[in-house]
């Protein structure tokens, strides 16, 4: 199954300001999170942004939320699952009820915050595609054991690249040109 721009939702969850520094490759994570967000920006994929207890871990991080959509919800939470929380269920139930079926993760901890969200919103009947190289953790260990469950659970693991360029669909397209320089 191929991601389409017309049928996702960007959810980037909890990359926030008090918890990125003790991210494992949180630099680059942070990069492709920014990849993400900029095709989605150019492609009409609408973005969802979370915050887990930002009281007490800090608002999203400047990077990503200098990089947001217009108009992009940021919604705080305090559940660990984003399925949980109200307001960002809500959010993607109705995306979902205009087509968009196709739900893709990124952020962290891949395997807290994020692997909770995957496992509760594809109970909902959407297609998880979750992003290997624009999700971590404190440890590189629990991205593995995050990875290996949600492989398990049937979810999909991709990566920032994957998603960009399925997105786009072709090249020598306006779009292909404006995003092509992220790649290199």
Request: charged content about 20%; glycine content about 8%; proline content about 6%.
């Amino acid at each position: 199954m191929l991601l389409s721009a017309k049928r996702s939702h960007l959810l980037v969850v909890d990359v926030q300001s008090r918890l990125m520094p003790a991210i494992h490759e949180g630099g680059s994570t942070l990069r492709n999170i920014g990849v993400l967000l900029q095709a989605a920006s150019r492609l009409g994929v609408p973005v969802t942004v979370t915050e887990q207890y930002p009281k007490g871990l800090g608002p999203t991080i400047g990077p990503v939320a200098d990089n947001l959509p217009a108009a992009t919800p940021v919604l705080p939470k305090t559940s660990f699952s984003a399925a949980r929380d109200p307001a960002t269920a809500e959010r993607v139930v109705g995306l979902r009820g205009e087509g968009r079926d196709q739900l893709v993760i990124c952020g962290v901890e891949a395997h807290i915050c994020v692997l909770q969200s995957a496992l509760g919103l594809k109970d909902t009947g959407l297609d998880v595609f979750v992003v290997a190289d624009a999700v971590s953790s404190r440890s590189p260990h629990s991205v593995n054991a995050a990875c290996a469950r949600l492989l398990h659970a049937g979810c999909h693991w991709v990566t920032t690249e994957m998603v960009a360029f399925e997105w786009m669909e072709r090249a020598a397209t306006d779009d292909f040109r404006a995003l092509s320089p992220l790649f290199k």
